[in-house]
């Protein structure tokens, strides 16, 4: 973790295209709350295949005009160049400086993958086009990618974005600081040179995180899992343990000199604007 130590801290919050007039309001007041703190940026999501492509523009334009530096989803699945050239322009022209490019799955019944299947190469395709005008996020994966053939292939993946012109990287959310911690050093005895934020998900609905966890291989720890499926119903109970549990996660990544977090705030401000002032981050 030596080598983390050298980048400054850095925080920032990501959110999701909302769907209708509630959600946007939703995310305007969301948006404005977290403002408040200063992030460093912030990022807009991207659904499967681009599904949700004008909300995400919609979404930056809004993280923009509030005076904020967004930093859009982009995945490669599903489109072909032409079409990420034209988005890329498209954000160029929007004032947008940073990017998180990303593979991306394919959504159910679409057949055409795209002209580009694997984020390393999206990454390279995007410096090919544009040099160095965005700085681009990658993700990482401290417990590995659920669709990963082996631990050590899945380090390797990493390994390919980050020579292909990645500048930092974001990882997928986790409860176990050890697997981040051994992850940034195996990035380290590879020689890979850039930051690596821990993502960071509030626990506040244990049916959801669930759900979302299986999705996406983020492993509960079994002592967690018990703990917050015993409570049932009993939200504010769940929302509590959840709280704590994740403010420690953090104390120990920081302490530790993990550079940042990055908060999946789910378009919700509060249980981040908890885990802020717990932490001391004013």
């Known amino acids: 973790m030596e080598s983390q130590r050298q980048y400054p801290a850095q925080f920032s919050f990501e959110f999701f295209p909302p769907k209708?007039?509630?959600?946007?309001?939703?995310?305007?007041?969301?948006?404005?709350?977290?403002?408040?703190?200063?992030?460093?940026?912030?990022s807009v999501t991207y659904g499967a295949g681009g599904s949700t492509q004008a909300g995400t523009l919609d979404a930056v334009r809004g993280m923009l005009g509030a005076g904020l530096d967004c930093a859009p989803h982009l995945s490669?699945?599903?489109?072909?160049?032409?079409?990420?050239?034209?988005?890329l322009?498209?954000?160029r022209e929007m004032g947008v400086k940073r990017i998180v490019a990303l593979r991306g799955d394919l959504p159910s019944g679409m057949r055409d993958s795209g002209d580009l299947h694997y984020a390393n190469e999206l990454v390279a395709f995007i410096r090919a086009e544009t040099g160095d005008h965005f700085h681009l996020e990658v993700a990482a994966y401290p417990e590995f990618h659920p669709?990963?053939?082996s631990a050590l292939h899945d380090l390797d993946n990493f390994q390919r974005k980050v020579e292909a012109g990645a500048s930092a990287a974001i990882t997928q959310y986790f409860y176990n600081a050890d697997a981040y911690l051994r992850f940034v050093d195996e990035c380290e005895k590879r020689g890979l040179d850039l930051p690596i934020i821990p993502g960071i998900m509030p626990i506040t609905n244990y049916t959801q995180l669930a759900r979302f966890s299986g999705m996406c291989g983020a492993e509960i720890p079994r002592w967690l899992d018990r703990r917050l499926a015993a409570y049932g119903d009993d939200l504010e109970s769940i929302r509590t343990l959840g709280h704590?549990?994740?403010?420690?996660?953090?104390?120990?990544?920081l302490d530790a000199g993990a550079p940042g977090l990055h908060f999946y705030t789910?378009?919700?401000?509060?249980?981040?604007?908890?885990?802020?002032?717990?932490?001391?981050?004013?």
């Open 20 to 42: 209708g007039e509630q959600g946007e309001a939703r995310l305007a007041a969301t948006r404005d709350e977290l403002a408040k703190l200063n992030p460093r940026y912030v």
């Open 76 to 87: 490669c699945i599903g489109s072909s160049k032409e079409q990420l050239r034209e988005l």
């Open 89 to 91: 322009d498209t954000y």
């Open 147 to 149: 669709q990963a053939k």
């Open 244 to 253: 704590t549990v994740v403010v420690e996660l953090c104390r120990r990544l």
């Open 266 to 282: 789910m378009n919700q401000s509060g249980p981040t604007l908890a885990l802020w002032r717990d932490l001391g981050l004013d």
